[in-house]
């Protein structure tokens, strides 16, 4: 119990995160456009989006997360940590095998998936720092050549680890859920409509979609 204890605590501490500089400005921008927003934003007081410092810690643990709940994501990456001592490193994940990281909880493919994320910023792991200063689209367009990465998963990574302010997700099945919920009185929505309902949203609708991810879920989206 201690050694997990203390593996928890060496988690939080090497994913620290950082507010990004624009929040308040969004929160602001979004009260006086989205009469749903007005009443959310103020609900949860000062929590905000946590930007990761790690692009391949950010990448991984997307990858844990696809295609399942936010809920067991955070279960399942918790296992992952607990097995790596620490947030993984492209290092710590090439040194296990499949069946090492199956053993953690991953399914088989995502084990695969994870070894060729390693494997690859084992390679071109210089590309990340290029990130940084390109658009949306030309950084979802390299990440979505790495085997494993989607669409859906760069757009997280943009939210997530780049931090940028007006990243809609419409591949995401939480965010369609939030919108229905709040928008729609729970009727199933598409995404010409979700897409609608963004344009107020504009330029910050990463603010807007995290705020609507917090309302539906008791913990906060992280990757």
């Keep these: ?6 593996v ?8 620290r995160q950082t507010r990004p500089v624009y929040w308040d400005r969004a929160c602001e921008h979004l009260m006086r456009r989205d009469r749903i927003l007005r009443k959310l934003i103020p609900a949860f007081g000062d929590e905000s989006i946590a ?6 810690a950010t990448l991984a643990r997307i990858v844990v997360g696809q295609q399942i709940s936010p ?22 994940i090439a040194g296990f ?27 071109h792991g210089e590309k990340a720092e290029r990130w ?13 050549a790495i085997r494993g990465i989607g669409r859906w998963s760069a757009e997280m990574f943009l939210i997530f680890n780049l931090g940028r302010p007006d990243v809609l997700p419409l591949d995401d099945t939480a965010l369609l859920k939030a919108i229905s919920h709040h928008y729609f009185s729970g009727e199933p929505v ?34």
Excluded: N
Excluded at 198 to 219: E, H, I, K
């Design 1 to 6: 119990m201690a050694q997990g204890i203390a």
């Design 71 to 92: 809920s067991l994501g955070r279960d399942q990456w918790g296992r992952l940590v607990r097995g790596c001592g620490a947030d993984p490193t492209p290092e710590r």
């Design 190 to 223: 598409s995404r010409f409509e979700a897409r609608e309902v963004a344009q107020a949203w504009a330029p910050w609708r990463t603010v807007a979609s995290w705020y609507l991810w917090r309302s539906m879920d008791a913990g906060a989206i992280e990757y």
């Design 132 to 144: 940084v200063g390109m658009d949306d689209t030309a950084v979802v367009a390299e990440l979505c």
């Design 97 to 123: 095998g499949e069946a090492e990281l199956r053993a953690m909880g991953l399914s088989r493919r995502k084990a695969q998936y994870l070894l060729d994320l390693a494997g690859y910023f084992g390679d």
């Design 51 to 56: 930007v990761r410092r790690s692009p391949f």
């Design 8 to 15: 928890d605590a060496l988690h939080r501490q090497s994913a």
